[in-house]
């Protein structure tokens, strides 16, 4: 499988809201660095995925970028939160036929703030 295809079944499977999908094309000890957390299994990135997926209402896929062992992918999340839609820049490393490393980069301030008020409530 090239990295395009490898790519567009990963986000497929994410945003279609199947975690078990989406988590066979990740290495076991993938490098996930994002705006929010950070997480170097597969398994425990894709539980929060699993979580933030609850929230999530839509997504559309901006652009994309592809060559032999990265990606790039630019989309907005649509939120069912106060955050509303959230503009996403997502980079990826491709090793082995599998995701290895992902960046994810979107304003994390409207999400930094509702995690804030449910921890005083």
Known sequence: M?????????????????PAAARQFL???LDFQ???????????FIAALTRFRQTVTGVTLLKSFF???SAALL????????AGVIRTAE????????????RLVFDATALREMG??????
């Open 34 to 44: 994002g705006s929010i957390d950070t997480f170097t299994r597969a398994e425990d």
């Open 91 to 102: 980079f990826f490393t491709v090793s082995g036929n599998r995701i290895s490393a992902i």
């Open 2 to 18: 090239d990295t395009r295809e490898l790519i567009e079944q990963y986000h497929r499977a994410w945003t279609e809201g199947d």
């Open 27 to 29: 290495a076991d000890d």
């Open 75 to 82: 989309y907005d999340c649509n939120t069912a939160t106060p």
């Open 67 to 69: 060559d032999k062992e």
């Open 116 to 121: 804030k008020q449910m921890a005083e409530k």
